[in-house]
């Protein structure tokens, strides 16, 4: 597997990571083989540090550093929140034009966790596909701004006000997804890490890394006129 480099300098890089692969080995999925950190690492025949995480299902921005230092440095400020997030995603219905979603979460261990996100609506669509005793089928395109990084933050809090990410599973609509897999043959979770914005660790400038949307999201904005 060929990844898709987007920055790199003497201390960072940056991948376009594809929709189902996951950064580095799990034991909640100990039948993968194939994980970006190795990927990365054969590719550029040098030990990389994830500096933080995104979902399997999850495409876009994937930031290592290439040393131990930097890495903590990163770790610092992603675990500081100075880290600006931008993400992408398809949901179902007609979102607000602009909102904040201020819901605690429970992590793995069961203990609550305040979490927050902004979001954005870009586009909205309607379609002619009758759904669950309506004559069309209403989906936006919205960007969502993690102020915190919860696990599975942007994917439970849309879910939370009755606007689910497209091919979400569990916390998406199963009609919806059994719709676009039925329909469009799609079984790709529609979020997108777009850009991310930090403070670099070792110049201090600011820098902005972007990711392009894959064939697959864009497929479906073109299903959906969006």
């Not at 696990?151 to 009609?175: F, S, T, V, Y």
Request: glycine share 4%; proline share 4%.
């Amino acid at each position: 597997m060929k990844l898709e480099v987007i920055y790199q300098d003497p201390y960072l890089i940056a991948i376009n990571k594809p929709h189902g692969l996951l950064v580095h080995r799990s034991k909640y999925a100990d039948d993968v083989k194939v994980f970006a950190m190795q990927e990365l690492r054969d590719q550029i025949g040098q030990f990389v540090y994830p500096c933080h995480r995104i979902d399997r299902k999850t495409s876009g921005v994937l930031l290592f550093t290439l040393d131990e230092p930097n890495n903590s440095l990163m770790q610092q400020q992603f675990a500081a929140n100075m880290i600006k997030k931008k993400y992408l995603a398809i949901v179902r219905g007609f979102t607000n034009d602009n909102g904040t979603i201020d819901y605690a979460l429970v992590n793995e261990k069961g203990k609550e966790q305040e979490a927050l996100t902004h979001y954005k609506t870009i586009q909205k669509s309607e379609i002619d596909v009758p759904f669950s005793g309506f004559n069309t089928s209403r989906y936006s395109l919205v960007e969502a701004y993690p102020q915190s990084g919860r696990l599975h933050q942007i994917r439970k809090h849309l879910a939370h006000i009755h606007h689910p990410i497209i091919g979400d599973r569990p916390h998406g609509c199963n009609k919806q997804n059994k719709l676009f897999r039925e329909k469009w043959e799609m079984m790709t979770m529609m979020l997108h890490a777009a850009e991310i914005e930090f403070q670099h660790p070792v110049s201090n400038e600011n820098i902005t890394i972007t990711a392009k949307i894959s064939s697959e999201f864009e497929r479906v904005m073109r299903l959906l006129s969006l």
